[in-house]
């Protein structure tokens, strides 16, 4: 076991190089000069030259990817252009709101997934099962964006209900009434992706796990109810934990459509400033933290899930 | 239009008292990785210095355990995998280098019957045009193919009017067998490799298409080398047998007189573990004691002795090898050897 | 020979009969032959010119005499609007599927039958892309290439197709390992006539189900792109861009701001379950 989890960890590690590269690299790959975002148009050859090596742009490419990814296992990740502060403790600020909203969404989705799916499954074919798969399939394929819209027409502006932007308040996130107002439609809307795939996964595991002939010996033997859903849940526990788990690494990476319908300040709304006002720092900078934020949670669902379930144990 | 003569049939090169392949020195190694997160690499020498001889018309058996290396073996004559040394002279010719037989050449007079009937098979193509494929590949033209591919559809059984649409799922196990037999025979072979052929199928059906494989084979000269476990079939079907054990040969010889008075132990107990209908044949105790050994880490010595009942301190120390003690039997082990110093070694 | 053509012809028209006698997948089948119908012949069928702004006409609710769907933010008949933007939408949609799904099945095709260190190389490659969830891919792409219909297109395409190498490979090396690979190489055929008659038939159903799926996703995701300004530009239309410049109407007309997305609602739906329903169909068969 202790073999595997060092291997796991060996494998994340080019990968979570590779991540890094790709995060360094993507903004370069515009056609068009970087310096065009920094500096206005017709400013003087020697304000251009002086730019340039603030910002690192004389040194070849290769150079300034190591002194970046030098600086960032320091927890240095530069100063956003735009702003001038520091990108870490930008991203970091946002990095919590993100994950208050994910985390948020994945645990109501999950669940709602959860309850609609074991019930689709107890009873396969009937109209609750269609009703759910319904409501599946629209958790999957609705514009999750679209939804926040329409969710803050009818709950902010027709019936007041709920505030329509932001996180409440400014600066740090506490959890009162306010903070806690703000977050219900966001995370409502988020909430309707995982819950679509939790659904399906959950209802063909529970009608998988009760077509078993496990099952039909307890049934044989007298045993009903209880001791059936403690044996449904065992097995279907385990890969909904894993599910749920990338789901929240899916949300906070997906995050941005809603955030950005939301104004909820986070990551995805980080970036989306950082795309527009090609903020190359902020905008590496998010996308590193964001990634390999993803890249942990893969490596803790791969490592945690043989453990709960000995049939996914690799060797 | 002479459209088979693309496909002609082979001509046999060496005469009667050739033999048709001639195995020498094949080996084959695996390299696994081991327990533990600092895997070392393992070798598990699947195929350990094989060597015999097949004669022309003859059908050879294979026999052995699962896992002894029957089946490498095969898969490394027909180039399947390739050795990692060994030398394969076909007909007198060696095979892939230069100045023998090229490798293509020598796929057309050798050809194989897989085990899984389903899996030989690809669900995508109609009989026919899996028959046909071969053919096509040597450079028949499409309707010489589907002629020839008919043609033997029909002869295994299947009349291709009926059969040639259809698709591998639609037919049963042995059915989908004499396509498989029927696709290898589209080459005209001289030697055809049964590798467990009919192992998955039920013995009604079995009897079917070992006797179809008999028909064949006088029909068309044919050379059969026939893997199985199955040592009642193995009796029907074989002329010599050759009996493997980790990676080795341990004997071989005419089939009757192996049968009959088996030389290695290990023969015997197989023999001894084959359900017998005469009731004075009992057996009580199981012939062979303990695991079949990890073929990674095999004994010193003769690989069989901590299975053998008449293991001796010679036999942990020296390897036996294939000896030549009666007329076309041989067998690898200290027992029989006169010379080997074994406590119960025959007296010549 | 006849019968031959006959038998293959059988499995097509079995699994279209499959099709046919489910009354979901007729349903929503003719949903999307209608959406994709509607914008074909929007330029016949439109009843106004979609870029012809009127500040007088601007925000006029839903069912308003001559303009069914209402206006826009600057006057433009939503009728039109919606129909003209149904083609960029399914465009940006369909075409970096159908670009993924030609080569991540080759990159598939090719790592999978080579095996070996090709195989972990290209693989290895391919998790780096796959340690990047979709969204954020298609977004951070889309946005270093700079707003535009084919960027982000680019970026939608090699957001799918690490995914599809995934499948195509994963199938390819269990079809490898089949008997009838070997039988075929017993043959003396070449590996490029292997890979065509008996690798590729076996790998592209599983690859074309999984696919299917997959369109609806790439919609979404292609007209969020254009909601967040890095698809198509305006004065476009496009279904994702619309509801980005219709998103400060929704206090003055919730009506008419919510219409384009409700059309990507209604189209990612009837994929969905029109691919769920080919899926099936496809099954049985086999």
Known sequence: MLGYLLRRLLYALPIALGVTLVSFTLVYIAPGDPLNAIAPADAPADVIESLKVTYGLDRPMPVRYALWLVRALHGDLGASIASGRSVASEVMGAVGNTMILASAAAAVGVTLGCVLGALAGYFSRSWIDRFASALSVVGVSVPHYWLGLVLTIVFSIRLDWLPAMGAGGSGEWTWDEEHLRHLVLPAATLAVIPMGIITRTVRALVAETLNQEFVVALRARGLGGFAIFRHVARNVAPTVLAVGGLQVGYLMGGSILVETVFAWPGTGFLLNTAIFQRDIPLLQGTLLVLCLIFVALNLVVDVVQPWLDPRMARA | ?348 | MPEIARARQGYWRGVGRALRRDPVSVVSGAVVVLIVALALLAPWLAPADPYKASMLRRLLPIGSDGFLLGTDELGRDMVSRLMYGGRLSLVMGVLPVLLAFVIGTSVGLFAGYVGGRWNMAIMRVLDVFYAFPSVLLAVAVSGALGPGMSNSMIALTLVFVPQIVRVAESVTTQVRRLDYIDAARMSGAGTASIIRVHVLGNVLGPVFVYVTGLVSVCMILASGLSFLGLGVKPPEPEWGLMLNTLRSAIYLNPGVAALPGAMIFVTSIAFNLLADGVRSAMDIRR
């Open chain 2, 1 to 348: 239009m002479s459209t088979d003569a693309a496909l002609a049939a082979p001509a046999d090169r060496g005469g009667p008292a050739q033999p048709l392949l001639r195995v020498s020195g094949l080996k084959k190694r695996f390299t696994v990785r081991g327990g533990g997160i600092f895997a070392a690499k393992l070798t598990l020498r699947a195929v350990d210095d094989v060597a015999f001889e097949i004669a022309k018309g003859e059908t050879l058996a294979m026999v052995g355990e699962s896992g002894c290396g029957k089946s490498t073996t095969a898969r490394l004559i027909a180039r399947l995998i390739e050795p990692d040394a060994g030398e394969l002279v076909f007909d007198g010719e060696a095979v892939g280098r230069f100045g023998g037989m090229a490798l293509k050449e020598f796929r057309r007079n050798l050809q194989m019957v897989f085990q899984d009937s389903f899996a030989s098979l690809n669900p995508r193509l109609s009989l026919l045009d899996a028959v046909a494929y071969g053919p096509r590949m040597h450079g028949l033209s499409d309707t010489a193919a589907r002629a020839r591919a008919g043609a033997l559809l029909d002869r295994v059984g299947l009349a291709p009017a009926q059969f040639g649409a259809r698709y591998p799922h639609e037919l049963s196990g042995g059915q989908r067998q004499r396509v498989n037999i029927a696709r290898a025979l589209a080459f005209e072979p001289r030697l055809v490799i049964l590798d467990e052929a009919v192992a998955a199928l039920d013995k009604s059906v079995q009897a079917q298409v070992l006797n179809l494989l008999q028909e064949l084979k006088a029909e068309r000269g044919l050379t059969y080398l026939f893997i199985s476990h199955d040592l009642q079939v193995v009796r029907y079907l074989a002329d010599r047998v050759l009996v493997m054990y980790l990676g080795r040969v341990v004997e071989i010889g005419p089939v009757e007189r192996l049968y009959g008075a088996a030389r290695h132990p290990y023969t015997q107990a197989l023999l001894l573990a084959v359900p017998s209908m005469n009731p004075a044949r009992r057996t009580e105790r199981s012939p062979l004691s303990g695991d079949p050994p990890n073929p990674i880490d095999p004994p010193s010595g003769c690989r069989f002795r901590d299975r053998c009942s008449h293991a001796a301190e010679v036999c942990a120390l020296v390897e036996p090898v294939l000896r030549e003690s009666a007329p076309a039997h041989w067998a690898a082990c200290h027992l029989d050897d006169p010379s080997s110093g074994h406590p119960e070694a025959r007296t010549e």
